[in-house]
């Protein structure tokens, strides 16, 4: 069973900063890529970022890059998503996610229950 369970949202100010949580059942971590995808009101979900399960390899969609980090913490099995510089259009719940695979790309299979984030002054 998948076991997924994000935390740390909340409200942040234009510029600021949020680091979310995911925890993650152990087998899930050693098998499994994990990736962040959001949904903002009224738009489809679209991937944020991806870590995979063997290498720590890392993929970021476009807005991203260069302000959002995806690490993991395997004695904690963690995977966080430090959010730097954030704007308004990072508004959105945030989900923890994870596909049938150890490798990024595919679509996701077992998903959070959802973070929401709020960038707002």
């Known amino acids: 069973q998948v076991q997924l369970a994000e935390s740390g949202g909340g409200l942040a100010r234009p510029g600021g900063s949020l680091t979310l949580s995911c925890e993650v059942f152990?087998?899930?971590?050693?098998?499994?890529?994990i990736g962040w995808v959001r949904q903002a009101p009224g738009k489809e979900r679209e991937g944020v970022a991806c870590?995979?399960?063997?290498?720590?390899?890392?993929f970021y969609e476009d807005s991203a890059k260069g302000r959002f980090t995806i690490s993991r913490d395997k004695t904690k099995n963690t995977v966080y998503l430090q959010m730097n510089s954030l704007k308004p259009e990072d508004t959105a719940i945030y989900y923890c996610?994870?596909?049938?695979?150890?490798?990024?790309?595919?679509?996701?299979?077992?998903w959070g229950q959802g973070t929401q984030v709020t960038v707002s002054s």
């Open positions: 996610a994870a596909p049938e695979s150890s490798y990024c790309g595919w679509d996701y299979d077992h």
């Open positions: 152990k087998h899930t971590m050693d098998y499994y890529a």
């Open positions: 870590i995979t399960a063997k290498n720590d390899h890392t």
